[in-house]
Every structure is written in C-alpha cells, then in structure tokens.
C-alpha cells in the first residue's frame, strides 16, 4: 500500500520557478500511475499533470502545458512537478496522488500526499 510525502512549495515571484517532490514508500509507488492536482483558494481540488506506468506517458491540464513537467526518478520513489514561468493563477495547494489508473480524474487515485503550498506573488 503507497504512502506518499510531497513537499518543495513555497512563495516565489511571478515569472519564478518551483520543483515539487513527491517521495513514495514501500508498494507499488514505482509502477503507478501518479498525478499532481491542485486546490486554488476557495475552490475545488483540480488536475495539473499525470505520468503513467513507466516508461509513463504524460499529460497535462491546458492551463499549465508547456510550463509545467512531470517526470519520475524510479531509483528514488520520486516524482517531481517542475513548474516555470509561474502565474499568481498557480496559487493553491499542490497534491500527488498515485493509484492504479492513469487518469485526469480524482478518483482515479487511492493514495493522497499532505498537500505543499505554492503561492505566487505578482
């Protein structure tokens, strides 16, 4: 059964970059599919990235295409959300997620990180 730790946010300025880091323990972490969502304040959780089973295909929310990457580090049980170019749009609480089901969906996913703060001052 996955557990998962994410962490790297924190306040940068617009136009700043941030890597988020999602470290899974003992399970299936390294063959899961694995997504990162976001809950902007006073809104719902919504998907930003995903990454299948490796090799892993990867997608992205339209809002952050071409800004944002994700990407796995299988010798680490990490993945990592780099994040360029950030807008104050960008502004909630990131979240991974791993589950069995490579997907855009919430409920695609079983296992929830904490959650990491990511505030972009403009």
């Known amino acids: 059964q996955a557990r998962l730790r994410d962490s790297g946010g924190g306040l940068v300025q617009a136009g700043g970059s941030l890597r988020l880091t999602c470290v899974g323990f003992?399970?299936?972490?390294?063959?899961?599919?694995v997504a990162w969502f976001r809950q902007p304040p006073g809104k719902e959780r919504e998907f930003v990235a995903a990454?299948?089973?490796?090799?892993?295909?990867?997608t992205y929310a339209d809002s952050v295409k071409g800004r944002f990457t994700i990407s796995r580090d299988k010798a680490k049980n990490t993945v990592y959300l780099q994040m360029n170019s950030l807008q104050s749009e960008d502004t909630a609480i990131y979240f991974c997620?791993?589950?069995?089901?490579?997907?855009?969906?919430?409920?695609?996913?079983?296992?929830w990180g904490q959650g990491t703060q990511v505030t972009v001052s403009s």
């Open positions: 990454i299948g089973r490796s090799p892993g295909p990867t």
């Open positions: 997620a791993a589950g069995h089901y490579y997907s855009n969906l919430r409920e695609s996913y079983d296992f």
């Open positions: 003992p399970g299936t972490f390294n063959l899961d599919p």
